[in-house]
């Protein structure tokens, strides 16, 4: 095989490399971010798709973050691909936060009493399957936080991604005119 190890990894080299990356976790998210900058669309095309994956990933609906912002990126035309990329925003290191975060806005919302039920009554009743009965105390929380959260998550990441997304553009066209003027230089120069 062409890029195959020379020698094989042991169970420990796999092991840490799995925690934790050789190359590190930021060179993950800037594969994304520049995959996402060098799609072919708009800026704001781009940015509508960005939000969309970012307010799809502040909700609770884990599993289906990727359906809800490839819906919410068709119906405002936005970039789909930017839509599912940003849905890595919800990952298994950052979904506990953002449930965490709209259950506490959603309690601040409603203005119940957050002490009424604790992590252990939580794992009972899921383990018990009474759906109805984590309704009141958790899921309407969480399901009412989660909009707020949704539409900060939105308005900031649009925000961003459009300027990120402007900026990257303008830099391209320029680079890609200077190349333009320097192999033109070097054709004239070559003809003379």
């Known amino acids: ?101 709209t259950y506490e806005i959603g309690i601040a919302i409603t203005g119940q009493d957050p002490g009424a039920i604790g992590g252990h009554d939580i794992l009972h009743m899921l383990k018990n399957l009474e759906f109805s009965h984590l309704w009141g105390p958790v899921l309407k929380p969480v399901l009412i936080g989660s909009v707020p959260a949704a539409a900060g998550a939105a308005l900031l990441f649009y925000a961003v991604a459009l300027y990120a997304a402007r900026l990257f553009k303008s830099r391209r066209k320029i680079r890609l005119g200077a190349k333009t003027v320097h192999s033109t230089v070097a054709v004239d120069g070559q003809s003379s």
Not at 19 to 45: C, D, E, Q
Not at 54 to 60: E, N, W
Not at 65 to 78: P, T
């Open 1 to 101: 095989m062409l890029f195959r190890r020379k020698k094989n990894a042991t169970f420990a080299e796999k092991a840490r490399e799995f925690l934790w990356p050789r190359k590190g976790f930021s060179r993950g998210l800037r594969y994304l971010t520049m995959r996402v900058l060098r799609l072919s669309s708009s800026p704001h095309s781009i940015a509508i798709g960005v939000a969309a994956g970012a307010a799809s990933s502040a909700t609770p609906f884990i599993g289906f973050h990727i359906v809800l912002a490839l819906a919410v990126a068709y119906v405002l035309s936005g970039n789909l691909i930017a839509a599912g990329i940003a849905t890595a925003l919800a990952n298994p290191l950052t979904i506990p936060f953002i449930l965490a975060a």
